[in-house]
């Protein structure tokens, strides 16, 4: 896409507002913010922007709310979490609200417009921390025995798992490489890359994998006391 | 007294009267009678027994006892042994027999006393158990929580004490109709009732307020108990942090250091994943050694950790290897930042630290860099695990630490 990202940037405290708008500045074009989730779906609604940076906590719902609010009317305003959270479950939810990715705030101003503009053209933005969330709550069970309630329905199963290939390629990303070195070293293409992740979105909003919502309580622990 | 034999550990302290319902037939009541008066724990089921089958007096002082009696701390830790409840039942069975034979051979006394009073008692030791439990409950060793002080007060079940009040005025019945006063009853219960009605119409509405004037008060309690530990908390670690960061204001590598380290102590409070907790864990513990390399080092190390496992030997190598290759990531790549990435798989345990620094040839490492070739290669080879180094000038550095299961040391 030739013209900037139009952006809007919500999150409770002005303080980091306007850091953002500042870090971001020449990159893209930040065309609003908001204080709160009220407020957020005004400014969007009147200004239409291409993709939304919105804050995982906030008062009145957070991100969840603004995004299923907004969602309903506007389907193609894109979000992009940012947060200074690390509990699993509050990222999790915002991405199965329907955001298009997550990246802490100490991301640099760079990476973040890369990441607003990559959000922008439709595809997701996975920080490093992201895939190792999404690897732990795919991990397979090989040493377990099958969980109760497993779904059996073919399509659910697919939903349900990862192929090694998005695997490998979620596995670099927690390493800290950047999609296009990811694409290197496995001899893809960039646009392949971005394929796999978006699948991986996909099935993490879309699973019912019953883990999703609960592996987040206890961490995964494997038994490593063999030999 | 003096004779007994002291409990082993406290000579001369008198052990504090408490059940053990663990280590009894039944409640454990008669453990902690005998450890309580230290009389020998068999002639006091022995005494209990008969007071049951003469005369059944025993029933009451069991049942009351049950029902007063703490458990004790160390016993509630316990869960039941398996068979407890057969062995109870035994117990009852025998004890039956025994009332039975003592009453088939004549040997009875105030029969029409002292059955009421059994159950009376039985009905009471009903009632008032839940209540017991509820107090000791809230004792200040426990954490206090507005969710479970709302729990805590649903336990105390109807059933319960509706069997308990029938008992009770079923057994005071039974005495009024022994003495003999029970035909003259029916007047006297009209009166009563009318007076209780009157009564509770008056004082209810008071006694509802206060008993919610005192949940609400007990609640407030419990909040600001919390608040008072997050003040707490918050005043020796984010208050003392911000104010050093004013100090130096003039160091932004030094303001950035001190903000991190805040962040993640914050962050793993937050979380409730203390340190100590990590102690014994892989991740816990690579998190550990990279907080320590931030510190001294001053370059953000990214954390992210798949799956996770109690720490052993061999992991604990590598772990210390990992250690080693921030060490070095951050001393002489002159990057931004390091990623260290771990996985931790049931049959093999891997770990990466990347740099996007200036990197070098591994061919080429200088004789005096001897930290990669000892302390990651040969450590991990040590322990049967592998280390790769891959890194080219100008492209950054990733350290590949493997350690499979399988190959057994």
Same mark, same amino acid.
């Given at each position: 896409?030739?013209?900037?990202?139009?952006? /809007?940037?919500?999150?409770?405290?002005?303080?980091?507002?306007?850091?953002?708008?500042?870090?971001?500045?020449?990159?893209?074009?930040?065309?609003?913010?908001?204080?709160?989730?009220?407020?957020? /779906?005004?400014?969007?609604?009147?200004?239409?922007?291409?993709?939304?940076?919105?804050?995982?906590?906030?008062?009145?719902?957070?991100?969840?709310?603004?995004?299923?609010?907004?969602?309903?009317?506007?389907?193609?305003?894109?979000?992009?979490?940012?947060?200074?959270?690390?509990?699993?479950?509050? /990222?999790?939810?915002?991405?199965?609200?329907?955001?298009?990715?997550?990246?802490?705030?100490?991301?640099?101003?760079?990476?973040?417009?890369?990441?607003?503009?990559?959000?922008?053209?439709?595809?997701?933005?996975?920080?490093?921390?992201?895939?190792?969330?999404?690897?732990?709550?795919?991990?397979?069970?090989?040493?377990?025995?099958?969980?109760?309630?497993?779904?059996?329905?073919?399509?659910?199963?697919?939903?349900?798992?990862?192929?090694?290939?998005?695997?490998?390629?979620?596995?670099?990303?927690?390493?800290?490489?950047?999609?296009?070195? /990811?694409?290197?070293?496995?001899?893809?293409?960039?646009?392949?890359?971005?394929?796999?992740?978006?699948?991986?979105?996909?099935?993490?909003?879309?699973?019912?994998?019953?883990?999703?919502?609960?592996?987040?309580?206890?961490?995964?622990?494997?038994?490593?006391?063999?030999? | 007294?003096?004779?007994?034999?002291?409990?082993?550990?406290?000579?001369?302290?008198?052990?504090?009267?408490? !059940?053990?319902?663990?280590?009894?037939?039944?409640?454990?009541?008669?453990?902690?009678?005998?450890?309580?008066?230290?009389?020998?724990?068999?002639?006091?089921?022995?005494?209990?027994?008969?007071?049951?089958?003469?005369?059944?007096?025993?029933?009451?002082?069991?049942?009351?006892?049950?029902?007063?009696?703490?458990?004790?701390?160390?016993?509630?830790?316990?869960?039941?042994?398996?068979?407890?409840?057969?062995?109870?039942?035994?117990?009852?069975?025998?004890?039956?027999?025994?009332?039975?034979?003592?009453?088939?051979?004549?040997?009875?006394?105030?029969?029409?006393?002292?059955?009421?009073?059994?159950?009376?008692?039985?009905?009471?030791?009903?009632?008032?158990?839940?209540?017991?439990?509820?107090?000791?409950?809230?004792?200040?060793?426990?954490?206090?929580?507005?969710?479970?002080?709302?729990? !805590?007060?649903?336990?105390?079940?109807?059933?319960?004490?509706?069997?308990?009040?029938?008992?009770?005025?079923?057994?005071?019945?039974?005495?009024?109709?022994?003495?003999?006063?029970?035909?003259?009853?029916?007047?006297?219960?009209?009166?009563?009732?009318?007076?209780?009605?009157? @009564?509770? @119409? @008056?004082?209810?509405?008071?006694?509802?307020?206060?008993?919610?004037?005192?949940?609400?008060?007990?609640?407030?309690?419990?909040?600001?108990?919390?608040?008072?530990?997050?003040?707490?908390?918050?005043?020796?670690?984010?208050?003392?942090?911000?104010?050093?960061?004013?100090?130096?204001?003039?160091?932004?590598?030094?303001?950035?250091?001190?903000?991190?380290?805040?962040?993640?102590?914050?962050?793993?409070?937050?979380?409730?994943?203390?340190?100590?907790?990590?102690?014994?864990?892989?991740?816990?513990?690579?998190?550990?050694?990279?907080?320590?390399?931030?510190?001294?080092?001053?370059?953000?190390?990214?954390?992210?950790?798949?799956?996770?496992?109690?720490?052993?030997?061999?992991?604990?190598?590598?772990?210390?290897?990992?250690?080693?290759?921030?060490?070095?990531?951050?001393?002489?790549?002159?990057?931004?930042?390091?990623?260290?990435?771990?996985?931790?798989?049931?049959? !093999?345990?891997?770990?990466?630290? !990347?740099?996007?620094?200036?990197?070098?040839?591994?061919?080429?490492?200088?004789?005096?860099?001897?930290?990669?070739?000892?302390?990651?290669?040969?450590?991990?080879?040590?322990?049967?695990?592998?280390?790769?180094?891959?890194?080219?000038?100008?492209?950054?550095?990733?350290?590949?630490?493997?350690?499979?299961?399988?190959?057994?040391?």
């Amino acid at each position: 896409m030739s013209a900037q990202p139009r952006v /809007v940037i919500v999150d409770d405290h002005r303080l980091f507002r306007s850091g953002v708008r500042a870090e971001l500045g020449g990159e893209v074009a930040v065309v609003g913010d908001a204080g709160g989730v009220e407020e957020a /779906v005004a400014v969007i609604g009147e200004q239409r922007p291409d993709v939304v940076l919105v804050d995982v906590h906030m008062p009145d719902g957070g991100g969840v709310e603004l995004i299923r609010r907004v969602s309903a009317a506007q389907p193609e305003v894109r979000f992009l979490a940012l947060s200074v959270s690390d509990a699993a479950e509050d /990222v999790i939810a915002v991405i199965r609200a329907g955001a298009r990715g997550y990246v802490t705030k100490t991301i640099s101003g760079r990476e973040l417009a890369e990441g607003v503009r990559r959000v922008a053209g439709g595809d997701a933005v996975f920080s490093p921390r992201l895939a190792g969330f999404v690897l732990d709550a795919f991990a397979e069970d090989r040493s377990q025995a099958g969980h109760a309630g497993r779904p059996t329905a073919e399509d659910d199963r697919q939903l349900d798992q990862l192929t090694p290939r998005e695997r490998e390629v979620l596995r670099h990303i927690a390493r800290g490489y950047m999609y296009k070195e /990811v694409a290197q070293r496995l001899g893809i293409s960039v646009k392949t890359v971005e394929a796999h992740v978006s699948a991986v979105l996909r099935k993490l909003q879309l699973s019912s994998r019953h883990e999703l919502s609960r592996w987040a309580h206890q961490r995964r622990l494997v038994s490593l006391d063999g030999p | 007294m003096a004779a007994a034999q002291p409990p082993p550990g406290q000579p001369g302290h008198t052990t504090p009267l408490r !059940r053990h319902p663990d280590r009894g037939l039944i409640g454990g009541v008669c453990v902690g009678l005998a450890e309580h008066f230290r009389v020998d724990i068999t002639l006091t089921r022995l005494v209990v027994a008969i007071l049951v089958a003469v005369g059944g007096i025993g029933v009451a002082v069991y049942a009351l006892a049950w029902a007063l009696i703490p458990v004790a701390p160390e016993s509630e830790r316990h869960a039941r042994p398996p068979g407890a409840l057969r062995r109870a039942l035994l117990v009852l069975v025998a004890v039956t027999g025994l009332t039975v034979g003592v009453r088939m051979s004549g040997l009875r006394f105030g029969e029409a006393l002292v059955w009421p009073l059994v159950l009376g008692a039985c009905g009471l030791a009903l009632v008032w158990r839940p209540t017991v439990a509820a107090a000791e409950g809230s004792g200040p060793g426990r954490r206090l929580s507005l969710r479970g002080l709302s729990r !805590r007060a649903r336990r105390i079940d109807a059933p319960r004490l509706v069997i308990g009040a029938l008992l009770v005025t079923f057994a005071s019945a039974a005495v009024l109709h022994t003495v003999g006063v029970l035909h003259s009853l029916g007047k006297a219960i009209g009166a009563v009732a009318l007076i209780t009605a009157m @009564l509770s @119409l @008056l004082c209810g509405p008071w006694v509802v307020r206060l008993g919610r004037s005192l949940a609400s008060e007990r609640a407030a309690r419990i909040r600001e108990q919390e608040r008072a530990e997050m003040a707490a908390h918050l005043h020796d670690s984010v208050l003392q942090t911000l104010a050093l960061i004013q100090k130096r204001a003039g160091d932004p590598r030094e303001v950035a250091g001190l903000a991190r380290r805040q962040e993640r102590e914050l962050r793993s409070w937050l979380l409730e994943r203390p340190a100590r907790a990590g102690q014994d864990s892989v991740a816990g513990a690579l998190e550990r050694a990279a907080a320590e390399v931030e510190e001294l080092h001053r370059v953000p190390i990214e954390v992210v950790t798949v799956g996770d496992g109690p720490l052993n030997g061999r992991l604990e190598a590598v772990v210390q290897a990992a250690r080693e290759a921030m060490t070095n990531a951050a001393k002489f790549a002159s990057s931004e930042r390091v990623d260290l990435y771990a996985e931790v798989e049931p049959d !093999r345990v891997e770990v990466f630290v !990347r740099d996007r620094g200036v990197g070098f040839d591994p061919q080429a490492i200088p004789a005096d860099r001897r930290g990669v070739r000892d302390s990651i290669i040969a450590r991990m080879e040590r322990h049967h695990g592998r280390a790769a180094v891959h890194s080219s000038p100008g492209e950054g550095t990733e350290v590949e630490l493997v350690m499979e299961r399988g190959s057994a040391a």
